[in-house]
């Protein structure tokens, strides 16, 4: 398995970062999580890093090397991302629930699945085209009544993972890949500002993900202005063509079997871990991953 990754988070114009995303890998398998905290609730960002170390966990446990029903993974880890949000909100007799959309990708063998629950989306662009991407979880992208041409508010979701209600969430059919397919997870603050035409032309430029990702982040970032939302995303591209000077991304294949790698941390959280997710830790984090990412392309070109 092959692919090019990249992935960018800003606090923007926020008091805080309440967003977070990471993947894993084994030889044969990867996990690419996204998940935005959401504001109006208390400790979104606590959410976000639940949702995601929960997923993670299961992951871990599951892919020996592969996971062998995808479609069950994801369900069952959504929920068990729910559960660990509610019982956190449980021990800390929170008045009211800390809140999160999440977005989870699992790519093997020559397919992609993924699931979402809120507004956090996934594109895959090919051959400069929109392929397909999520359909948020949201009154403006619910159909609306034959004639109806009533205001939406685009920010009023659904379903979110730390709902008092048993969350909704969407999984899809396995997409066969191409070579050269992009696939972005991505925030609100990312799609709020940036119309899927841009998104769809900057990621298909022709500029490798380690450029293309960035790029898109400081668009949204400009177009957000000084109230700027949180701005992240993880972008990927499957299987780059072995081209001279070329970023050969991520290769698996010198992966021995049990061997499993992580920008997530697996576990969940103490008090203590909770509290130490401060926005320079946070930075400090995003840029280890980069520069791995950059000195293992570098190694095989």
């Known amino acids: ?7 960018v988070s800003r606090k923007g114009g926020r008091v805080k970062n309440e967003d977070r995303m990471g993947y894993c890998y084994t030889r044969e398998s ?11 609730h ?12 929960t997923i993670a966990a299961l992951y ?16 069952e880890s959504a929920m068990a991302a729910h559960q660990q949000i509610m019982r956190y909100a449980s021990h800390k007799a929170m008045l009211d629930t800390p809140r999160t959309t999440v977005v989870a990708a699992v790519l093997q063998g020559t397919t992609a699945t993924w699931m979402h629950c809120g507004d956090s989306r996934l594109y895959v662009v090919r051959d400069g085209r929109l392929l397909t991407r999520t359909r948020d979880h949201s009154h403006a992208e619910r159909p609306k009544p034959h004639g ?19 969350p909704l969430f969407d999984i899809s059919a396995p997409l066969q890949l191409q070579r050269g397919d992009r696939l972005m997870l991505c925030s609100d603050g ?12 900057t990621l298909s430029s ?30 990927l591209e499957w299987e780059m063509p072995d081209s001279a000077g070329e970023d050969h991304g991520i290769s698996t294949e010198t992966i021995t079997d049990g061997v499993f790698a992580s920008t997530i941390q ?36």
């Open 1 to 7: 398995m092959k692919f090019s990754v990249f992935q």
């Open 30 to 40: 990867g996990l690419f999580v996204l998940a935005d905290g959401m504001g109006g």
């Open 42 to 53: 208390p400790e979104g960002e606590v959410a976000a890093q639940l949702a995601l170390q």
């Open 60 to 75: 871990q446990r599951e892919a020996r090397p592969t996971v062998k029903d995808v479609k069950a993974f994801l369900a």
């Open 148 to 166: 109806s041409d009533a205001p939406v508010n685009r920010n009023l979701l659904l379903t979110c993972l730390g709902s008092p209600t048993t």
């Open 190 to 201: 990312v799609w709020g500002v940036l119309d899927d035409a841009l998104i769809v032309h």
């Open 206 to 235: 022709g500029k490798p993900v380690s450029d293309a990702a960035p790029d898109l982040a400081e668009m949204a970032l400009r177009k957000g202005g000084a109230h700027s939302d949180n701005v992240t995303l993880i972008a």
């Open 266 to 301: 697996a576990g969940m959280p103490s008090d203590s871990e909770i509290d130490d997710l401060d926005e320079d830790a946070i930075e400090r984090s995003i840029a280890e991953i980069n520069e791995a990412i950059r000195r293992s392309a570098a190694r095989k070109t």
